[in-house]
C-alpha cells in the first residue's frame, strides 16, 4: 500500500548475510529443492534486499563507529524459535568444523540459485501452455517434472509461494497413474486436472 501511495519502484527489506544462512539451513531441515537451498532472492518482483550480502555483526560494527542508534528484539535469545536456536545454539557447533561455514553456505547458495534458474528456463520450456500430456511429462528426468508442477502452480495460481514437497509428489504420482479423470486440490489456491491425459491447473 506504501509503494501505490508514493509511486515507488521498489520495496527494500532489511535482510542481511545471516538471515540468508539461517533461511537455507531451514529450507534443508523443512525439506526443499534447490530453490529453498538457494536461500533468499536478492531482488524478486518489487522487492530488493541490498544487505543480503552484508553479516549482522559488520551492521553492528558500523551503527557503533557511526554512533547510530539500533535494538536488538528481546525475543532474539529465545530458543523457542528455530531461527534463534539456530543461531544460538546449532550455529556455533557449526564453527568449531568449519569456523568459515557461513561464508561456504553463501558460496552454496550461488551455486543452488544457478541451478534453479537452469531448471526453471526448462521447465518455462516445457510449459508452453496451459496444459501439457501426461505422457510427455513422463519422459522429463524427476527434477525438472517437480520443477514444472512448481512453476505451473506459480505461473496459474499466482500464488508467489512454491509448493510443499508432499504436494507435488502427490501430482506426480496422480499423472504417473494417468488414469481416468482426476484432481489433486490445493483448497482455495486451486486444483491440478488430469483429464483424458492432460493436466491443467485451475483456480
Known amino acids: 500500500s506504501l509503494q501505490k501511495k508514493y509511486g515507488a519502484k521498489l520495496i527494500l527489506t532489511a535482510h542481511h548475510a545471516d538471515d540468508h544462512i539461517e533461511s537455507m539451513v531451514l529450507h534443508f531441515l523443512r525439506g526443499a529443492g534447490p530453490a529453498g537451498l538457494a536461500g533468499i532472492a536478492m531482488a524478486k518482483g518489487d522487492y530488493f534486499r541490498p544487505l543480503l550480502n552484508v ?15 539500533f535494538r536488538i528484539d528481546r525475543t532474539n535469545k529465545s530458543t523457542q524459535f528455530s531461527r534463534n536456536l539456530l543461531r544460538n545454539k546449532i550455529f556455533p557447533l557449526f ?14 547458495a550461488a551455486i543452488f540459485r544457478s541451478l534453479q534458474n537452469f531448471l526453471v528456463s526448462l ?81
Open 95 to 108: 564453527r568449531n568444523i568449519n569456523p568459515h561455514f557461513e561464508k561456504t553456505l553463501i558460496q552454496n
Open 123 to 203: 521447465a518455462d520450456e516445457f510449459l508452453g501452455s496451459s496444459t501439457f500430456r501426461a505422457k510427455d511429462f513422463l519422459k522429463l528426468p524427476e527434477i525438472i517434472q517437480y520443477t514444472v508442477i512448481q512453476k505451473m502452480f506459480q505461473k496459474f495460481s499466482k500464488d508467489p509461494y512454491r509448493l510443499p514437497i508432499r504436494h507435488v509428489q502427490a501430482v506426480i504420482s496422480m499423472i504417473k497413474k494417468n488414469i481416468g479423470k482426476k484432481r489433486i486440490s490445493l483448497g482455495k489456491k486451486g486444483a491440478f486436472h488430469l483429464d483424458k491425459g492432460l493436466i491443467s491447473f485451475k483456480n
Open 55 to 69: 553479516s549482522k555483526k559488520e551492521i553492528l560494527k558500523h551503527c557503533r563507529q557511526k554512533n547510530i542508534r
